[in-house]
């Protein structure tokens, strides 16, 4: 229990220090913490000027890690990410030099901005933990975790992400517009500067580490993970979905629903967890079908609609049985 504690208030650390900079948008913030738990990435999509790359690096300055940027454009190449072997002629050798993909949090900003051959070089290092460069393998560092942009009304020079590396993102993060009230407050905490110049770590890469393992400890009862495959294969039988959610979809939920008890004190998931998650975890792997698009359907309303519809596991199971 008492690892249970630790783990719980590092997170929680985490996420009251990015709250400094990033003002109303708690469950934003959340989510992004609960990808670095989980071992996942998070894609962060939304129009401009909201607060996306800001709530990437606030989560990367908090959380004490390595930090690199990759400012995506139609004109980078994929060795400008993974690195290039370089000939050294006082050794007669080839060197590595690591690109920028090889650090403990990557920014990944406007990622639909770059060619499909260069997105694609982010595939290997998001899913294998390693880079792959003119047939050497090289690992990335622990942890690792690539959080990207993109905005999705800027279609005139973008790239669509294809369907194989939006499922390998654990969790899709919108922020919107902020309230007066929260607009105001942010136009009065930069009057001097900007809150993240000020923002330092809270704790290191090894109590993420900790807290990466302290997730995975989290107790999920068999109905529980009934439930979760249960909600993951409805969307491959809808009827206004053209693809469903791969078996990675129901892993990330599972993990996200042990994260997200671990932040609320529990050492045991619950349905609620689930559902809290499910919309932010599934709709990005999601192919909404034409028709359906013509009513205005959209992935985030068909998930909803599908959690609803999915019977919540009765009372036999640990953590949630009813006096």
């Not at 959080?147 to 009304?153: G, K, L, S, V």
Request: with cysteine; charged share 20%.
């Amino acid at each position: 229990m008492q690892q249970l504690e630790t783990a719980r208030g590092t997170a929680q650390l985490i996420v009251d220090n990015v709250k400094r900079v990033i003002i109303g948008k708690d469950n934003a913030i959340e989510l992004g913490v609960i990808a670095l738990m989980c071992q996942g990435h998070a894609l962060i999509e939304d129009v401009p000027g909201v607060g996306k790359t800001m709530l990437a690096r606030s989560i990367a300055r908090s959380a004490g890690c390595t930090f690199k940027r990759i400012q995506f454009t139609p004109d980078l190449l994929p060795t400008d990410v993974t690195g290039v072997s370089i000939y050294n002629q006082k050794t007669g050798d080839f060197e590595f030099r690591a690109g920028p993909i090889i650090a403990q949090i990557v920014l990944a900003d406007e990622i639909n901005r770059a060619t499909p051959k260069t997105q694609s070089a982010t595939l290997e290092a998001m899913e294998e933990r390693q880079v792959t460069v003119e047939g050497v393998t090289h690992q990335v560092p622990s942890p690792f975790m690539v959080m990207a942009t993109q905005n999705p009304i800027e279609y005139e020079g973008t790239f669509p992400l294809p369907e194989a590396q939006l499922d390998r993102f654990f969790v899709m993060i919108t922020l919107g517009y902020p309230t007066m009230d929260e607009e105001i407050a942010i136009i009065e905490g930069q009057l001097a500067a900007h809150p993240i110049e000020t923002l330092q770590p809270v704790t290191s890469a090894e109590e993420i580490l900790f807290l990466q393992r302290a997730t995975r400890e989290i107790y999920v009862d068999d109905l529980l993970k009934r439930y979760i495959v249960n909600i993951v294969e409805a969307t491959r039988d809808h009827e206004d979905i053209s693809l469903g959610a791969s078996p990675r979809g129901s892993l990330s939920l599972f993990r996200g629903a042990q994260a997200l008890a671990l932040i609320r004190g529990r050492d045991y998931a619950l349905p609620d967890d689930v559902k809290a998650l499910a919309v932010s975890v599934i709709s990005h792997r999601l192919i909404i079908s034409a028709g359906a698009r013509m009513r205005g359907a959209d992935a985030p309303s068909v998930v909803s609609g599908i959690v609803e519809s999915v019977p919540v596991p009765g009372a036999q199971a640990r953590g949630w049985v009813r006096g």
